[in-house]
């Protein structure tokens, strides 16, 4: 058997060297795991009651709008969630929250 040639052994080195590797794809899809968790608008009229239900944390909100003495029920956290960010009254958000 034949040695391989100085030559031939140079030039495949010099071909691996400059060989086209394929770039890795990017999912332009969020990863579930990597979102944030819906945020709540900080609001001064708002009134979180924590329920002890043992090892999760829950929480039921009430709104005290317009003159803080009647709590409106809204429900559960995510519940609440929604209507919280939907709502247009002046002056009910902190001023870091507009």
């Known amino acids: 058997m034949r040695p391989p040639d100085r030559m031939a052994v140079g030039i495949e ?11 890795p794809t990017i ?32 929480y039921d909100v009430e709104c005290l709008l317009p003159d ?3 709590p409106i029920p809204l429900g559960h956290l995510e519940a609440a969630t929604p209507i919280c960010n939907s709502c247009t ?5 902190r001023p870091d929250e507009d």
């Open 13 to 23: 080195r010099l071909v691996a060297l400059h060989m086209a590797l394929p770039l």
């Open 27 to 58: 999912s332009l899809e969020p990863d579930p795991y990597r979102l944030a968790a819906k945020r709540i608008k900080r609001c001064t009229f708002r009134r979180l009651i924590q329920l002890e239900t043992g090892v999760d944390r829950l």
């Open 68 to 70: 803080r003495r009647v």
């Open 89 to 93: 009254a002046p002056h009910t958000f």
